[in-house]
């Protein structure tokens, strides 16, 4: 391997933090921070460790002691980049990087570095972007000692008295709304795709879950296509939609969308929002899980919240994947095959080996198949958008009109019908 293309070489760090609220297996987070790492091809991790703590010490994060005793390590195995799984200060990175001589992401830039590595579409680019330059305002610090330090007077950079700090912060500031109004324009083309959809009666079925809980697998069993999937986290970053046709002859849109992780970064929180606003337009949400992960129930509930935090609502349908079941055998096994049957949502499968597709289709033919039922609603003048919204769905069967508005008979389930009120 030449010189350009030698990985560098890397040190996995989860400070196991004892005053930490959220804290959680530091074993099972370690093992995450890991497959974090080697989700980046330009990466060779040459060591991994929990760090226990305390308390984090505000300068350096860690003690004199360990950033010595780590330091002598490092200096052994040549290491070159330093990854720590939570949050580091811009103080304590700078620190850090001056007595260990390396470069140093905390997980946030680690998690910015993988998504930049995957998107694909102009849009998730420009998302990657907006939330990198985000993230980088947060970590413009003083680190100049005379802050009397001026940039150049060349205008366009800041006029006298701008200091290096509040010129940079202010170049980002610019790049953002550049960024913003140019992914705008994208998103208001990916809305007409949209709608042009919802002309289209194929309800959408979109498949969600914690990252490496294998979507990608599993949705290429059920449309045959060659989505890219590997053993890693974050594969996916730009939605995937194939038309699928199911059993009984029903056609569904099919979305494999980004996968959730823990603390996912507040800046591609926001940024990532139009991406999973697939998930919104929904008629029904499959979410996969890993169940034999040992933090399976843990992922579950993060998946939720960043749902809920979307605004997906309790009237959203979903089934519920148990997915890789082909890594579990014996009693453990048998007991989750058995909770699994007794619910009518819950659905146990192997994507790899195909173990409980078939029920998993059959039951989200019968979720899309809702009855429709056919009514006679009356619109007012005022109310042209409520108008626009059922032809956009597809269930206008007659139109009228009289002195008050608009008579329309419509060909809806009861899902389309509580939209409706909603809107």
Known sequence: MDDEKRATRAWVIHPDIKTDPNRRSAENALAEATSLARALPELEVQGEEVVRLAKPHPGMLFGKGKIDELKTRMKAAKIELVLIDGPVSPVQQRNLEKEWGVKLLDRT??????????????????????????????????????LERQRGGLGFVGGPGETQIEADRRAIDEQLNRLKKQLEKVVKTRALHRAARAKVPFPIVALVGYTNAGKSTLFNRLTGADVFVKNMLFATLDPTMRKVELPNGEEVILSDTVGFVSDLPTELVASFRATLEEVLDADLIVHVRDISHPETAEQSADVLEILQSLGVGDEAPMLEVWNKMDNLTGDPRDALLTEAARNDDIFATSAITGEGITELVAAMSAAVNDPKTIEVVNVTYADARKRAWMFDEAIVEAEDQDENGFVMTVNWTARQKQRYGNL
């Open 109 to 146: 830039g680690l998690i910015l570095e993988i998504f930049s590595d995957r998107a694909r579409t102009r849009e998730g680019v420009l998302q990657v972007e907006m939330a990198a330059l985000s993230y980088q305002r947060t970590r413009l610090v003083r680190a100049w000692t005379h």
